[in-house]
């Protein structure tokens, strides 16, 4: 077991793994095996691949492509070279694309196949990228990334890097159009690790024998951040280029997974495949689940079907992740009202509700949820305002989620503060959703919002009052949103109405929108 206290950045943690764990397998990507001590050598070219490119200390650089060994190779060699990696939802509109890129000031990027036309179309307006390197090649203008690779020296670069610089910056939807780059530093992504090992909880506790499945996008904390837990451990990482649940079904039996992290709506998907009640389960131990709400029905028949351990996860990129969990006992199958809760607070992680006026509430009284811990960001990349309002003083960060804490300590979540929907765990603001729709010529004002979906949990509404005169369809104006934002976050209905809510100072009451949809729901968040 390496030792967590020599691990000062997750370079550390590559150099460590690949003396403990050597000619074991790290990554297996499509048949494509790399060992510890492999992916060690690996990353060390790709550092100085990135120094000779010209970057530096503090530099980004930036990822579009789906899940692959590559992506991670890329992600720890610019840990060691002390860069940073920004990955991008290859989700996006081009126009999303290009701002992040031009936000992150990124001077390398790294193109996946998929999205080379898309790239190429975008290159000449992305003033600070430098190089292009093309992550399985298919562009014989750009280096391939193996070429590169292999061309460089694979001595370690040895280059400092501190506990609290930066490693890895996620972009989040943002609530005035733009995302927000989340800068998390490598203290964030290891001392909570580090914590959680010393607990040895036993759904925490992992051996050499594990194998786990990297399912969910990279672009996500809960795809980089599970695929760097299962390194972090030493376990072998199963990565799949990206969801599929027939494939899902295949690595469990094939690949003999025992840990993975899904999003209820991918397991819907998966538990309702006609095989999965055929699929032996036996070597999955636990089942991690998150980033969205889950009817409590769906959660019994999953416990149902795979029949392992199931652990609820509560965070959010902001947090790195996982901050609350709802352990395997206190799930079950006939349900319980802890069920209903996120969990408890994990090792070196505090929580506190929050009066609007920052006091501290007492057990059942509602607030907005605050935590602080090392696993915090360090702040929004260029954004000191938006940090300031996010993070306090004394450390405590805002999360946007109101609730409560019983008085035993589990967290459980109330509502919204903010206004945030979160459809089959991606993040969507309202706000980004009406500024693409209001330039519609027939729409005259539009309230977004988020109502209970069975497949995704949520599903994004638009509540519309029309133009005099103007009799727009649905469709027209879906179409309308999706060539202006990401598919994902154009609505997948329409309502009209003659007029919106709103208080005497002219805010939307978007709960007196929603209400009417959630009515008898008592799980709306999770």
């Not at 376990?235 to 295949?250: C, S």
């Not at 929580?351 to 696993?375: C, F, K, N, Q, W």
């Not at 450390?395 to 300590?409: H, I, M, S, V």
Request: glycine share 10%; charged share 25%.
């Amino acid at each position: 077991m390496v030792d967590a206290a020599e691990l000062g950045s997750l370079g550390d943690v590559v150099r460590a793994q690949a003396r403990a764990r050597g000619e074991a397998v790290a990554f297996s990507f499509e048949g494509r095996n790399t060992s510890f001590a492999e992916f060690d050598r690996h990353t060390n070219q790709v550092a100085n691949g990135l120094t000779a490119l010209g970057v530096g200390n503090g530099d980004r650089i930036a990822y579009l492509g789906k899940n692959t060994d590559r992506y991670f190779e890329a992600l720890f060699g610019a840990a060691k070279a002390g860069a940073i990696m920004a990955p991008i939802n290859w989700r996006l509109a081009p126009p999303e694309v290009r701002y992040i890129v031009g936000d992150a000031a990124a001077k390398v990027l790294f193109v996946g196949p998929e999205f080379i036309d898309q790239a190429r179309e975008l290159l000449p307006e992305l003033s600070t990228v430098r190089h292009v390197i093309a992550v399985e090649g298919g562009a014989p203008d750009w280096p391939d990334f193996q070429t590169w690779r292999d061309s460089q020296p694979d001595a370690d670069p040895a280059v400092r890097v501190d506990y609290e610089d930066i490693a890895i910056q996620l972009y989040t939807s943002g609530t005035t159009g733009h995302p927000k780059g989340a800068m998390l530093s490598h203290r964030a992504l290891l001392k909570p690790r580090a914590a959680q090992l010393a607990a040895d909880t036993a759904w925490n506790r992992w051996s050499a024998d594990d194998v786990s499945l990297v399912a969910m996008p990279v672009f996500h904390i809960g795809g980089t951040g599970w695929g760097i837990m299962g390194l972090y451990n030493g376990a072998k990482g199963v990565i799949a280029r990206e969801f599929d649940p027939m494939r899902v079904l295949d690595f469990i039996e094939n690949d003999r997974i025992s840990k993975m992290f899904m999003v209820p709506a991918a397991m819907q998907i998966v538990v309702r495949q006609p095989r999965a009640r055929e699929v032996d389960f036996s070597c999955l131990k636990y089942l991690l689940y998150g980033a969205s709400p889950i009817p409590l029905d769906l959660l019994k028949e999953c416990m149902e079907v795979f029949g392992c351990g199931f652990v609820q996860m509560y965070g959010m990129t902001e947090t790195t992740g996982t901050i609350v969990a709802l352990p395997p006992e206190d799930h079950d199958p006939k349900g319980n009202p802890r069920m209903r809760s996120a969990g408890k607070p994990l090792p070196g992680v505090e929580i506190a509700i929050l009066s609007e006026d920052g006091r501290r509430l007492g057990p059942h009284e509602v607030g907005e949820i605050a935590t602080r811990s090392a696993a915090n960001m360090s702040g929004y990349w260029n954004l000191p305002d938006a940090t300031a309002r996010t993070i306090d003083s004394e450390g405590w960060l805002r999360t946007g989620d109101a609730g409560y804490l019983d008085e035993d300590g589990y967290v459980y979540i109330h509502d919204r503060v903010k206004d945030m929907i979160i459809s089959g765990g991606e993040n969507v603001y309202p706000a980004e959703v009406e500024n693409a729709i209001f330039g519609h010529p027939a729409v005259a004002d539009v309230a977004v919002i988020g109502v209970p979906d069975e497949r995704w949990g949520e599903a994004v509404k638009a509540v519309v009052v029309r133009k005099p005169g103007a009799d727009p369809s649905p469709t027209e104006i879906i179409a309308w949103a999706r060539e202006r934002i990401a598919g994902y976050k154009a609505p997948k209905s329409i309502d009209f109405i003659d007029a919106l809510p709103r208080n005497p100072s002219g805010k939307i009451l978007r709960r007196e929108l929603r209400e009417p949809y959630w009515a008898g729901i008592e799980r709306r968040v999770n």
